[in-house]
């Protein structure tokens, strides 16, 4: 049986594309009532037992696998859809690696960094922020980054579906992250 704490199932639509982290409980509903389409993940996250049949005296069995699919159409217009921004995925975006100066350091020593500052109308969002530590951080100050002479080591993106439920750091299954990782962009700094 696998670690009791990897207790979410990521959910997709028909067409294999993330929808959602779920509860067993809630994947088990979907298998109750015929939604799951296809299921992947090496052996099922969990084996849910129910009551014993008095006919055939067998007990009903479940097996919740941790990824599954949905038949219908998809909840999500994935076409509407960016990612949230967070400092925790930030920092993982940008592999906990200081846009400035280079440098790797430990996510309590590193800053989200607006490239145009928020006093001057830079907005919270993918394409505006950048991981730095605090003395670059500070170094560059309410200017951008030509106004310091401070280049970017790199540029920031906006990441897609897969490396958005990656990024969220959930405690997952390794054939989980496996299946997400396989399904990343080329240029994805995840890779």
Not at 146 to 158: D, G, H, K, Q, S
């Amino acid at each position: 049986m696998q670690a009791e704490h990897h207790h979410h199932v990521l959910q997709l639509d028909i067409q294999g594309t993330p929808q959602a982290w779920i509860s067993i409980e809630q994947a088990a509903s979907h298998y109750a009532t015929g939604s799951v389409a296809w299921e992947e993940g090496e052996g099922p996250l969990r084996t849910l037992r129910g009551g014993w049949n008095a006919v055939v005296g067998r007990q009903s069995v479940m097996d919740i696998h941790p990824i599954i699919a949905l038949s219908g159409a998809s909840r999500v217009n994935l076409f509407d859809v960016t990612p949230a921004v967070n400092k925790t995925k930030l920092l993982r975006r940008d592999r906990m690696t200081c846009a400035y100066c280079g440098q790797s350091f430990r996510e309590r020593d590193l800053q989200c960094e607006h490239i145009l500052p928020e006093s001057r109308g830079g907005a919270w969002s993918w394409m505006n922020l950048v991981t730095a530590c605090a003395w670059c951080n500070g170094r560059k100050a309410d200017r951008t980054p030509e106004e310091a002479r401070m280049p970017l080591m790199y540029l920031p993106y906006v990441p897609s579906r897969f490396e958005d439920f990656l990024l969220a750091g959930r405690n997952i299954r390794a054939d989980v992250h496996d299946w997400l990782a396989a399904r990343l962009p080329k240029a994805s700094r995840l890779n």
